[in-house]
């Protein structure tokens, strides 16, 4: 049984690029969150997906943004690349029910230059 | 938004000691849990609190939900070399959305 995936691992770009990363879930769950994990410090909250909506969204900007598809598996976009957005990005899954027990995945590490 | 304050922020132990590190709130909060992040891995859920007063164990962790909601603590016993990590707490509020602490970085010294 495969946990949770996220793909790239690692992810390079310059100050005003678009970046787009990727989810899969733990088979069976239905629900998607995404967090910035700056070095050194604990998981930001950005958003939660479920049924392909953003159901929770944390003090993050419109640049970033993100869509569940229908199997569940879920991208993250961020636009306009700062300096300040190079982080882990994780992704956790949870059950809709359980949404308390979510299952992280290994992360993306993002660098802006 | 919210802040989770843990302490303490790093501990150097002898294999065998016990671990006790806790994570205060302004806030009050639904759920507690407990996560372990080992370097480049995403953290992992160890332990989740559901009531005020919650006692819960997990092998050797000990972990409670605090009588104010505002709090929780961890307690690891006989401490082994595969503890070491970061360890972070994560609070729910009735909005569905988790806020982490800073964390405690732990090493456990064979």
């Known amino acids: 049984d495969a946990g949770v995936t996220q793909s790239p691992t690692h992810l390079i770009k310059t100050r005003g690029q678009q970046v787009t990363l990727r989810c899969s879930p733990k088979s069976g769950h239905d629900t998607v969150s995404w967090y910035q994990q700056a070095l050194g410090q604990g998981p930001q909250f950005i958003f939660q997906y479920y049924e392909e909506e953003e159901r929770q969204r944390g003090n993050f900007p419109d640049r970033f943004s993100g869509h569940q598809f229908p199997n569940y598996s879920s991208e993250l976009n961020v636009n306009a690349l700062l300096l300040g957005d190079s982080a882990l990005y994780l992704c956790?899954?949870?059950?809709?029910?359980?949404?308390?027990?979510?299952?992280f995945g290994p992360g993306t590490r993002l660098t802006v230059l | 938004g919210q802040q989770l304050n843990q302490s303490p922020q790093s501990m150097f132990i002898q294999e065998g000691e016990d671990v006790s590190m806790n994570c205060t709130s302004s806030?009050?909060?639904?759920?507690w849990l407990w996560y372990k992040q080992d370097p480049g891995e995403g953290p992992v859920l160890l332990i989740a609190?559901?009531?005020?007063?919650e006692l819960t164990s997990n092998g050797r962790l000990t972990a409670q939900f605090g009588i104010t909601r505002k709090d929780s603590f961890l307690n690891i016993s006989a401490s082994i070399p595969s503890d070491v990590g970061i360890y972070f707490c994560a609070g729910e509020n009735t909005g569905n959305q988790f806020y982490f602490g800073t964390g405690t970085s732990l090493t456990v010294i064979p």
């Open positions: 609190l559901y009531k005020a007063g």
């Open positions: 806030s009050i909060f639904n759920t």
């Open positions: 956790a899954s949870s059950f809709a029910e359980l949404y308390n027990e979510q299952f």
